[in-house]
């Protein structure tokens, strides 16, 4: 499968029979318009704007956005209930985590997940091989609780999203403060937003950090 960041939160993921999943498709006030993308399914986590702009995403997509098992085109699909914030969604509302197997590769998109990290929230996502994680703060998870997220969700690859970039207007942090949580080793540096991944590509012994070019 390829997945292809879009910016923020936005990812577009295609498996090899040719279905195309984005996710989170936002708004231009976030500091820059979102590239222009087609998709047969596009996967909302909550109500703002940088992250349901609908009108971003062209070719008539299937919209999700309700908790619940799908299957379309042949991707399999869970959303699950989680909140926007860490007082049970009385400050921001409600956040669904969205799970994909494309190619046979598992593939967690988290939204704007703003919770502490939860036993019950874990094992109903796991197993994951890339994970799909925001970083930056003030309206989600800070570097800290996302490195817990990781610590016990274990995925072979997990990308930073979510944050600081050069254009972007909000107040959120930039990548480095996760990054510094994480060895120099374990962290890949891509001169690209697409990388491809396969199944045999995962050994389930360590976790590597694909920062993405955007």
Known sequence: MKLTWLGH?????????????????????VGYDMPEVSADIVTI???????????AVSGDPTVIRGAGFYE?????MLAQRSYHD?????????????KFR???VEVCHMGDIGEECSVMLVESIMPVNVLLIPVGGTYTIDAEMAKE???????????????KTKDCDF???KVNEFLDLFDDDDIVYLDTDTVEFDRADFDGESTKVYVLKF
């Open 86 to 98: 860490n007082n049970k969604g009385a400050d921001r509302g409600n956040n669904l985590v969205f």
């Open 149 to 163: 997220y990781v610590d016990r969700i274990m995925p072979d690859v997990v990308i930073p999203m979510h944050y």
């Open 102 to 104: 494309m190619d046979g």
């Open 171 to 173: 107040d959120i942090a």
């Open 9 to 29: 939160s936005s990812f577009k993921l295609e498996e090899s029979t040719g279905t195309v999943v984005v996710t989170d498709p936002y708004h231009n006030y």
């Open 45 to 55: 986590s909550h109500g703002h704007q940088d992250h349901n702009y609908l009108p």
């Open 72 to 76: 379309i085109g042949g991707v399999h």
